[in-house]
């Protein structure tokens, strides 16, 4: 590969402004790196793009996990470069394409707004594309909105390969008009989000599998590749079938969760578009048990958790789902920071109704509107400032376990594992 | 005989967690021992002209647009009033009352003239807490100050026959100082939160009204505790 000699300037410089910020005890220093490389060569993530990049994802929930899923089966055929953290927006992109082994082939992660402009600079191969859901209640992210500047994309780039789930109606509509296009009926678990037809706005009809509008006819694009998902009884069933009829067990996957089976699916579909062998693709899959501190089993002060993330009602309603039966405790944070979004609103819209029978512990700093959902869902809580404290007026029951989920919004979340990094036991 | 609670077009007005205004409703109402009914109004469905109660959130500007239209289409908000409902609009659902509001495109929308109100645009986007003190005209028995977070573009002025619901004593609310707006039973308001679970002597107030007698305020730690933190936060600021 050869590039142009001010980027290689560029990113020279941002590995000092990386190396300084670490040194400074302000992070990974990958985002003020990649700042600082595109000051110095605005073109610069195209300069190190040059057709390594195999795959973007986007997608509101799931993309840190599909793109670790992804990234690890490709290594079956070579070195991959792929962040180890959710840095996805432009800066994150230069980063990981800078640092990663040179020449090698890259996936990232891509924040929803920004896929755009990392589709047109990195001319990806394949773009996964997952779901589309409400985040962020204090910005204005319309998901409408973000379906048309990915229509808009998909128009401008039509060399781009998409693999876009045909179960969410939005996606569906932001990927309708690709000239090349796998349909992957992933399953969506959220409709709530997608209630209505993005195009005319009558309210969508669904069954089981599929939906459809009577406004304007729309209804599921015909899917190539189907997830399959039951549960029951602690027996989860869960597959991947192929195009050509070939079915995929995902039932060892070391990450959890319909929606990371769901995940694995979209993964599956496009290694086979790039070439790859798909029962090697799913063994090296089924190894990755945590991704960037989600699900990691941490040390947090006083007890052991196993840290799960979520952003949004979407993501919450998903976690509700994989936390232990009734009545193990649970940790729930809710922070209200601006990387979480400042209005907590959403409480209100994740049923977590689901939680009742057991013992939650409220924390975090809008701890008092989560108590007052749980309050009003029928679910015990205690509101605990910091549960971690070695004298943290906790209920035997949460003493008693040997792990204890710790579900939490992204501030939450980062705090507890950047404290807990040099003990993660599995990150 | 329960009080029917119509919560109109959650799948358009409903982006803000305001769900939690018939939730809180419901609650309340348990408490009190009065027996509820919610019904859930989808677009394309017809809404009840017998609710006592009916309850409209916040929503994007095109689904703002589509319920407006379908409320036209329908009137029975405008008949439900008229026979002695009460109505709880937030945000998008407030402006709805209104003569007119702006669409997507920026060009003013005819709305149910429920409120002698107009709404237009503010010069920066109103995000962030909201805290008002009631006003003379507010239903007897709201005293305590408001809460809420408020997430808007819009400034609404107030013609004669709308009352100011409260006046601001932190954020934008209407954009003149006032906040919200009352007229009879009808109220606007831009506090979401949700505000009835913030605020819930306004809950009670609406019930108060179904059932035909004034309700005794009940006290509820976890909900205490919720506004003491809010208050705090934005006064200590
Ligand atoms: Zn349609």
Not at chain 1, 10 to 28: D, F, Q, V, Y
Not at chain 1, 139 to 158: T, Y
Not at chain 1, 224 to 238: D, H, M, V
């Given at each position: 590969m050869n590039t142009p000699l001010r980027t290689r300037l560029?990113?020279?410089?941002?590995?000092?402004?990386?190396?300084?910020?670490?040194?400074?005890?302000?992070?990974?220093g990958m985002i003020i790196g990649g700042k600082v490389a595109l000051a110095v060569s605005p073109h610069a993530l195209r300069d190190l793009a040059q057709g390594r990049v195999a795959a973007l994802v986007s997608a509101t929930n799931g993309k840190t996990s599909t793109t670790r899923l992804l990234a690890t089966a490709l290594s079956q055929s070579g070195?991959?470069?792929?962040?180890?953290?959710?840095?996805?927006?432009?800066?994150?992109?230069?980063?990981?394409l800078a640092t990663g082994e040179p020449g090698a082939q890259a996936v990232l992660e891509v924040d929803e707004a920004y896929l755009p402009r990392i589709v047109r600079e990195t001319q990806p191969k394949v773009v996964l594309l997952a779901n589309l859901s409400r985040d962020q209640l204090d910005?204005?992210?319309?998901?409408?909105?973000?379906?048309?500047?990915?229509?808009?994309?998909?128009?401008?780039?039509?060399d781009v390969l998409i693999i876009a789930n045909a179960d969410d109606p939005i996606v569906a509509y932001a990927a309708e008009k690709a000239t090349k296009i796998v349909w992957v009926a992933a399953g969506q678990a959220w409709t709530a989000d997608s209630s209505v037809c993005p195009d005319c706005g009558t309210l969508l009809s669904r069954d089981e599998k599929t939906w459809s509008c009577s406004g304007c006819g729309r209804s599921r694009?015909?899917?190539?590749?189907?997830?399959?998902?039951?549960?029951?009884?602690?027996?989860?069933?869960?597959?991947?079938?192929?195009?050509?009829?070939?079915?995929?067990?995902?039932?060892?996957?070391?990450?959890?969760?319909?929606?990371?089976?769901?995940?694995?699916?979209?993964?599956?579909?496009?290694?086979?578009?790039?070439?790859?062998d798909l029962p090697t693709a799913l063994e090296l899959m089924n190894t990755v048990s945590a991704v960037s501190g989600r699900?990691?089993?941490?040390?947090?002060?006083?007890?052991?958790?196993?840290?799960?993330?979520?952003?949004?009602?979407?993501?919450?309603?998903e976690l509700l789902d994989i936390m232990p039966p009734a009545p193990t405790p649970v940790i729930v944070m809710i922070n209200a920071n601006h990387a979480d979004g400042r209005d907590p609103s959403w409480l209100w819209d994740v049923p977590f109704e689901r939680l009742a029978g057991r013992t939650v512990i409220a924390s975090g700093n809008r701890r008092r509107d989560l108590a007052v959902r749980l309050l009003h869902a029928g679910v015990d809580a205690h509101v605990i400032e910091d549960p971690f404290a070695p004298n943290a007026d906790l209920p035997d029951s949460v003493r008693a376990l040997e792990v204890i989920d710790c579900a939490a919004t992204y501030t939450a979340f980062q705090k507890i594992r950047v404290a807990a990094l040099d003990g993660e036991v599995d990150a | 005989?329960?009080?029917?609670?119509?919560?109109?077009?959650?799948?358009?007005?409903?982006?803000?967690?305001?769900?939690?205004?018939?939730?809180?409703?419901t609650h309340l109402a348990t408490l009190h021992g009065i027996a509820v009914e919610v019904t859930e109004v989808s677009p394309g469905h017809t809404v009840p002209h017998d609710a006592d109660i009916y309850v409209l959130g916040g929503g994007e500007d095109t689904a703002q647009s589509a319920a407006a239209a379908a409320l036209h289409a329908s009137g029975a908000l405008a008949e439900g009033v008229k026979n002695g409902a009460s109505v709880l609009a937030i945000c998008a659902g407030y402006q709805i009352l209104g003569h007119t509001f702006l669409d997507a495109e920026g060009k003013p929308s005819a709305g149910l003239a429920l409120l002698d109100v107009t709404t237009d645009r503010l010069d920066t986007r109103a995000v962030g807490e909201l805290l008002a003190q009631p006003s003379e005209f507010a239903p007897a028995g709201l005293t305590e100050v408001f809460t809420g977070y408020?997430?808007?573009?819009?400034h609404t002025h107030l013609g004669p026959d709308a009352k100011p619901l409260a006046t601001v004593t932190h954020g934008v609310g209407n954009g003149d100082g006032t906040e919200g707006a009352i007229s009879g039973r009808v109220i606007g308001t831009y506090l979401h939160g949700p505000c009835l679970v913030r605020n819930p002597r306004i809950a009670e107030r609406l019930l108060g009204w179904a059932v035909g007698r004034d309700l005794d305020h009940i006290v509820e730690a976890e909900v205490e505790a919720l506004r003491q933190e809010r208050l705090d936060f934005v006064t200590k600021k």
């Open positions: 560029a990113i020279s410089a941002g590995k000092l402004a990386a190396a300084t910020s670490r040194l400074a005890g302000r992070g990974e070195p991959v470069a792929s962040p180890t953290t959710g840095a996805n927006m432009t800066e994150g992109a230069v980063w990981a910005r204005m992210s319309e998901v409408a909105m973000l379906a048309r500047k990915w229509r808009a994309m998909i128009a401008e780039n039509p694009p015909e899917p190539s590749w189907t997830f399959e998902w039951s549960a029951q009884q602690g027996n989860t069933y869960a597959r991947a079938v192929a195009p050509d009829g070939q079915s995929f067990d995902l039932s060892h996957l070391g990450l959890p969760g319909r929606f990371n089976a769901s995940n694995a699916t979209m993964a599956l579909a496009a290694c086979s578009e790039l070439g790859q699900f990691a089993t941490v040390q947090a002060g006083a007890l052991t958790v196993r840290l799960l993330l979520a952003k949004n009602p979407a993501g919450w309603s | 005989m329960s009080v029917k609670i119509a919560s109109i077009y959650p799948t358009l007005l409903g982006t803000y967690g305001d769900g939690g205004n018939v939730a809180a409703l408020e997430n808007h573009g819009g």
